[in-house]
């Protein structure tokens, strides 16, 4: 029995102590983080993702960090693959509102967003506008607003496609607004800007990274923004929020986070939010981001612990809204 117990406090000393040294040499030179992204490459968390790991790469030591899409099943399958990952800080997963819309969206997923993840740090928000076809009569919200009332039952918006940034504006949109529309799905939002523009659909929420240009082209018309305070982007700054154009309490933003394996080691934790904290400050990196149409974090969800209070709280936001609509994905 004493053999035994000695053996097992052996175990984990030993246990600990390397722990302790790969914690200590975190990262390691020769090694490479990956920074896994639940889409395909090109759209707008890639290119968030690919902006963090140059900016992270330096305050790690100059470490080699890559991307690795891992797209589908609504990012649940990106998810699922770090959150079985070795826990050791070298694989790593950039994720949107998603982490707040699958745990409702999906009633079947092998993984739990809340307790299987390290919650590293909020990286940005990127605003939504309200778009329409450009042959849309309406010329500012308030008369948008007269004709969605006069046209109920007749109003179709697009989306993305289930568990899409858009598909979750549109959500929230209607259940603002108390009026059904009829969802229009697309396989992306390329092709819904597609049609929006050729007037096969009324309507389209959709993130700044993907509108701005269209809105600049005067190609669709914009009515608002969906954030608590108007933009300073010049092609949007003149765009009211749809809560002081009467929407009570209306804001949606979709924000990007980081996050390892649940049991990576604290110092790893540590030193992981330290260089997106350095990262979050390069004006190169701010440069690009504020190119995307997006806003870098800098309040109090940089950090860990306000980070996974940040996700419980949007968690319940949508929760509320995909039960509602009975929108699941399975």
Not at 20 to 25: L, P, V, W
Not at 32 to 37: A, L, N, W
Not at 267 to 293: C, H, M, R, S, Y
Not at 305 to 324: D, L, M, N, Q, R
Request: net charge positive.
């Amino acid at each position: 029995m004493k053999k035994v117990l000695k053996f097992a406090l052996v175990a984990t000393a030993a246990a600990a102590a390397a722990m302790g040294a790969s914690a200590q040499d975190f990262p390691a030179k020769d090694k490479t983080i990956t920074i896994v992204v639940p889409y395909a490459a090109g759209g707008p968390t890639d290119r968030v993702a690919r902006d963090l790991a140059e900016a992270m790469r330096k305050p790690l030591g100059g470490v080699s960090v890559v991307i690795d899409n891992s797209a589908g099943a609504g990012s649940t399958i990106g998810t699922a693959k770090v959150a079985r990952a070795t826990p050791d800080g070298y694989t790593l997963l950039l994720n949107h509102v998603s982490m707040a819309t699958m745990p409702t969206m999906y009633r079947k997923l092998s993984f739990n967003v809340a307790n299987d993840f390290e919650y590293l740090g909020i990286v940005n928000d990127v605003p939504m506008t309200l778009i329409a076809r450009p042959s849309m009569p309406a010329n500012n919200y308030k008369e948008l607003a007269s004709w969605l009332q006069q046209n109920k039952g007749k109003i179709n918006l697009g989306n993305a496609g289930q568990g899409s940034a858009s598909h979750l504006c549109g959500l929230m949109y209607q259940s603002a607004l108390q009026i059904d529309m009829t969802p229009v799905p697309y396989k992306g939002t390329a092709p819904a800007i597609t049609d929006l523009i050729g007037g096969q659909i009324d309507l389209l929420c959709d993130q700044t990274t993907n509108t701005t240009s269209q809105i600049e082209g005067k190609k669709v018309k914009a009515y608002a923004v969906t954030t608590s305070k108007r933009l300073t982007t010049p092609a949007l700054k003149d765009l009211p929020t749809l809560a002081e154009s009467g929407v009570k309490d209306f804001s949606v933003t979709i924000w990007h986070g980081l996050y390892a394996p649940k049991g990576t080691p604290a110092p790893v934790v540590a030193k992981l939010n330290d260089a997106l904290k350095t990262a979050l400050k390069d004006p190169e990196f701010i440069k690009k981001q504020e190119g995307l149409g997006a806003v870098v974090a800098t309040d109090k969800r940089i950090e860990s612990a306000e980070h996974k209070k940040f996700v419980a709280s949007e968690t319940e936001k949508f929760g509320a809204v995909i039960k509602a609509a009975g929108s699941y994905a399975d």
